[in-house]
């Protein structure tokens, strides 16, 4: 049995062919959020997909290291239009207090880009908040925008 996670599943059941010298099997599935691929290849069963849940007290540990935690790498960085700015946020409660102060053409700078929606989706793990960037960014008026990514970060995160 193989099991893979990840964005491209074709290419660690394509190793594992390679080793044992078959053919990789037809129809390995794209995977969603929170999906493994599972290929009994003994069964001669098309690869299909499995949903997983991660443990209650994982996701709480995360959430406090997103929220008061250091992200290292991962932290998000105001740069500004320009590269005049480098505003480390190493979790969300610093990136919600840099944001409340952070002038306008540097919000607009991030947000037009899809960098609060990329670093919340991709670095912080978190679809839910990742939608109210999306939201954010058809938002007219910036405060607007700050105020509705600013509300549901502090809702999910310091309530």
């Known amino acids: 049995m193989v099991l893979t996670l990840g964005e491209n599943p074709v290419y660690p059941i394509e190793q594992f062919c390679k080793v044992l010298g078959i053919p990789p099997p037809k129809g390995i599935p794209v995977l969603g959020e929170n999906e493994v691929c599972v290929w009994e290849r003994e069964q001669s069963v098309?690869?299909?997909t499995a949903h997983y849940r991660l443990p209650a007290q994982l996701q709480?540990?995360?959430?406090?290291?997103y929220a008061q935690g250091d992200m290292d790498y991962n932290s998000f960085v105001f740069t500004g239009k320009e590269g005049q700015l480098h505003l480390v946020a190493n979790n969300l409660l610093l990136f919600a207090h840099i944001a409340e102060g952070i002038d306008t053409e540097t919000w607009l700078?991030?947000?037009q880009r899809k960098d609060f929606t990329n670093w919340f989706r991709h670095s912080v793990h978190?679809?839910?908040l990742a939608k109210a960037g999306v939201e954010a960014e058809e938002m007219s008026d910036p405060a607007e925008s700050k105020k509705h990514i600013l509300e549901?970060?502090?809702?999910?995160?310091t309530a």
């Open 126 to 128: 978190d679809e839910e």
């Open 109 to 111: 700078y991030h947000l």
């Open 46 to 48: 098309a690869p299909y």
């Open 60 to 65: 709480q540990r995360h959430k406090k290291k």
């Open 152 to 157: 549901m970060i502090s809702k999910k995160y």
